[in-house]
């Protein structure tokens, strides 16, 4: 069963009408929600579950509810907020999207795909989910969720790998709702639907088949739900001893205030990284502008 075979539309209607009954009440989706806010919600989701942006989310948009203020805050209270989201250089990237905002649109975040594209930071899926989801443009959307949903329900395939292939990009279009036919709001509507299909039932490793609406519809159900093939599969990545652990510890101490350099690295619980390992880490993150050395000291940026 392919999209050649297996018209969309019922796919459409099905997931759409699942998804007024189902939809997690997130903030960012709300229609109050401003774009700023959406565009703040975007980034923090990036490789990050709701669960953990949602308290974080919600302290930014308290202490900067417009790209004016938190162009404004010093770096240290931005990275502070974002705590433990992970991926901290995200936190700057977003700031300095705050100062383009105010610097090239007058504080208001821009409404197209192209010129949120323009924004440090924000990449390809960024730019057409806050086009959709703050603006209704009908861009065609597509995150790992998305990508997983396509792969069973139009291809058969149990997962749809790492890459996001040509394609994958090709059949995203090929069933995306026509917004001409059918208009702009129900395309953006097939986005978040079909997103939160594959976030809450359609998932990687525990697919809940029995409450999917267009269970009926799958062509990997229909093809027998064939395991995954190792082309297909995705492999988590391991977290205790890497870099990624000890940039994060380091981050964690930062945050707590500044610190001789020799004494904040050996006194962080990581027992499996070696001294090198810490040094190295450290000089990491003062390249990327995530903290600061003054002398034997080092901090937060702007706090020393």
């Known amino acids: 069963m392919s999209p050649a075979t297996l018209s969309p539309g019922p796919v459409h209607q099905g997931v759409i009408a699942w998804y007024a009954e189902q939809a997690r009440d997130l903030p960012w989706r709300r229609a109050e929600c401003t774009p700023w806010g959406v565009l703040v919600s975007e980034i923090m989701l990036q490789q990050t579950p709701v669960a953990r ?26 990275l502070t907020v974002w705590d433990r989201l992970g991926y901290p250089r995200r936190a700057l990237r977003l700031q ?16 197209t795909r192209d010129q949120l594209r323009a924004l440090p930071g924000v990449g390809e899926y960024t730019a057409a989910a806050v086009a959709c989801f703050a603006f209704d443009q009908p861009e065609v959307v597509v995150d790992t969720n998305i990508r997983r949903v396509h792969a069973r329900v139009f291809s058969g395939h149990a997962l749809a790998g790492k890459t996001y292939t040509a ?47 267009v269970a009926q519809l799958c062509a990997w159900r229909q093809a027998g739900s064939p395991a995954a093939t190792e082309e297909q599969r995705t492999r988590g990545q391991a977290w205790a001893g890497t870099d990624r652990q000890v940039r994060g510890a380091v981050m964690a101490a930062l945050r707590r205030g500044p610190a001789e350099r020799s004494q904040l690295l050996g006194s962080l619980p990581l027992p499996t990284a070696d001294l090198d390992q810490r040094h190295r880490c450290l000089d990491s993150l003062l390249a990327d502008g995530l903290a600061e050395q003054r002398g034997d000291y080092v901090a937060l940026p702007g706090v020393l």
């Open 96 to 111: 300095q999207a705050a100062q383009a905002i105010v610097d090239q649109h007058g504080g208001e975040v821009p409404g």
């Open 53 to 78: 942006v949602l308290p974080r989310w919600q302290e930014w948009m308290r202490r900067w509810p417009t790209p004016y203020d938190a162009a404004g805050a010093p770096t240290a209270e931005i």
């Open 167 to 213: 394609e994958q990009r090709r059949l995203a279009h090929d069933v995306f709702p026509d917004p001409e036919h059918d208009g702009g709001q129900f395309a953006c509507a097939w986005n978040i639907a079909v997103m939160e299909l594959g976030a809450l039932v359609c998932t990687a490793r525990a697919p809940q088949c029995d409450a999917c609406p």
